[in-house]
DNA sequence: ATTTATATACCGGCTGGACGGTTTAGTGCA
DNA sequence: TGCACTAAACCGTCCAGCCGGTATATAAAT
């Protein structure tokens, strides 16, 4: 099991990890299997025989990035130091590190799934719910710690489109201002 | 000028709406000319007399909504209260506006733009430099203001993906913490 | 040991339908 | 006469999914 004959490597990873940087690149409206088959160095016909639709192929990239995120977060929750919001640091670092570095076009399946088939967001409804429910469970500020979870994911969502203006210390003071946010919460 | 016989309203009104709606219900990657068409109420080849190709009509939204933002902005600084980081309230207050009630599918020009054809949003990236140098040079306390601004951005980005686990009540409250955000800053 | 069978992983040409855009011929109002 | 369309046919391109085939590996049978 788990062999790969021709590939040198999981040709599932490598064919989402050509799905998100093609979105990156091209725009997740041109999106074609053809590229992403190109890209990931194989036929269509090998990329069909992994993923049986486009469906699959982008529910495929939710899962991964749904997969990632929790694996982060609970490497994480592991070191985390001690203080307030807990919930909240690790939700906003798991949200900044999905867009960092290698990383950085993991969430492009969120563009891709919205474009072709919002149903295909049901999972990441699902987990935005889930993610509130355990911030307003566990938040001491839960004012704070929604202002800082907002903050990322409107900070990630600029990135997502390309749109940001900051540079890499722009970005870092931001990441300060939450964490110091997250620890000191609004004034009185 | 600006006649309109056979509409009752403005038909590229009518056409930015319809498109505008059909992001919102179907995803901005099934957004067809036919389809924009019939919502709007005319035929292809009207639409095509109004936006005469399908990157027009992009344009024409994304356009929409810049216009639609700037001129919000402008009327809430007239009647805006004495205050700290006041280009930040203003700032948040219009991005607010932009996706609540009759208003809330205008931003989707984005969604649309960007999986068709990102360089569309080069107007958009040219606004958002722009706001982030003007909150620069006119906020007392920029960490508290950009913090503002990426929350409400956050959450009409996930108000756009409809992946918005908030009621009303939450809503609010997330509005008033932003505005107590602008008004107080970060403890320290 | 050799043949046969089956499964895995993939190739790549093809097709049918959808879609952007054009064209043409015509309509109703000012 | 010009403006703002309607209606419908049409064209070329793009693309998802299909399908027959191929190479390799493993298993079973002889």
Redesign the pocket.
């Known amino acids: ?7 040198r490597k999981n ?1 599932r990873e490598r064919i989402l990890d050509a799905a998100a940087e093609l979105v990156s690149e091209i725009g997740s409206g ?6 992403v ?1 190109e890209r990931a ?10 993923f ?6 982008l529910q495929g990239m939710i899962q991964r990035m749904i997969d990632e995120a929790s694996t982060q977060k609970e490497a994480l929750r592991e070191k985390a130091e001690p203080g307030p919001n807990l919930e909240a640091r690790l939700c906003t670092a798991t949200v900044l590190n999905l867009h960092c570095g290698n990383m950085r076009e993991i969430a492009n399946g969120l563009l891709a799934a919205s474009s072709e088939n919002p149903r295909l967001l049901e999972p990441v409804r699902h987990i935005v719910k889930e993610t509130f429910g355990n911030l307003k469970d566990t938040c001491e500020d839960l004012d704070a710690s929604l202002l800082a979870w907002l903050a990322v994911e409107g900070l990630t969502n600029l990135e997502m489109h390309d749109l940001s203006p900051f540079s890499e210390e722009d970005r870092a003071r931001i990441v300060a201002s939450v964490n110091r946010l997250l620890h000191k919460g609004i004034a009185a």
């Open positions: 099991m788990f062999k790969c004959i021709r590939g040709s041109r999106l074609t299997l053809d590229a088959a160095g194989l036929s269509k016909g090998g990329l069909l025989y992994n049986p639709s486009k469906d699959a192929l």
